[in-house]
């Protein structure tokens, strides 16, 4: 069964530090997300991405995050430079026709730790 | 600004009884809510969708309820089982690429 991955599984970095986390999602899916939750505390809406551009983006995703679809297969998200605050699970999601109505496929998630 | 409430207190029940969970909105219209399984330190996993104009969605042993004029919708699970422990999140949607998470019901399942 086809799935989201992503990599790594645990990143600890120093605050201030850039960091890239990395998806890779389901081969035929068109809409790509990212979430973020910090311990205890719900999962947020951080960013989708479609054809090659931000379709919509929260107000946690300000100057500091940024998007790419580098090549056919990877999504990644960059933290360009990390406060103690932005420790959190990362989830990136899939989904085939977007526009909300969708099931979107999750995948494990990146552990981040600033320090 | 647009809420959605989820029971806060965690819900234990026994092995075979139906587990109910709330989730209430208040301050838009949603024309569709899903619902989500997470378990501890895992992604969310797609569960069920019921759209603003049925009133009832069934999987196995889940259902779905969507009540438009009380803002509410339950999501049921039947003959529950230990298995069916985790935290259930519901996600009402307007359409668009933006997908809102309630916080969360937990759900305890004893044998």
């Known amino acids: 069964e086809p799935e989201v991955t992503q990599t790594p599984s645990h990143q600890v970095t120093q605050m201030g530090q850039e960091v890239i986390l990395r998806c890779v999602p389901i081969s035929n899916h068109l809409y790509f997300y990212w979430y973020r939750q910090i311990l205890g505390q719900k999962v947020e809406f951080l960013v989708s991405?479609?054809?090659?551009?931000?379709?919509?983006k929260s107000e946690i995703f300000d100057d500091q995050f940024s998007v790419e679809r580098p090549d056919g297969s990877n999504f990644t998200l960059k933290i360009r430079s990390t406060k103690l605050e932005d420790s959190a699970m990362y989830f990136c999601a899939s989904s085939g026709r977007g526009q909300g109505a969708d099931e979107q496929f999750f995948g494990p998630g990146t552990r981040l730790t600033v320090l | 600004s647009q809420k959605i409430e989820q029971n806060s207190e965690a819900l234990n029940i026994q092995e075979g009884k139906t587990a109910t969970l709330t989730c209430n909105y208040t301050n838009y219209s949603p024309a569709y809510l899903q619902w989500y399984r997470q378990d501890p330190g895992r992604g969310p996993v797609f569960l069920l969708l019921?759209?603003?104009?049925?009133k009832e969605k069934r999987k196995e042993r889940l259902k779905v309820t969507f009540d438009t004029t009380l803002k509410q919708s339950l999501f049921h699970i039947t003959a529950s089982q230990p298995a069916d422990s985790a935290t259930y999140l519901c996600?009402?949607?307007?359409?668009?690429?933006?997908?809102?998470f309630g916080a969360g019901t937990r759900l305890f399942v004893k044998a």
């Open positions: 996600a009402p949607g307007t359409g668009g690429f933006k997908t809102i």
């Open positions: 991405f479609y054809n090659n551009e931000i379709s919509e």
């Open positions: 019921i759209r603003e104009n049925e």
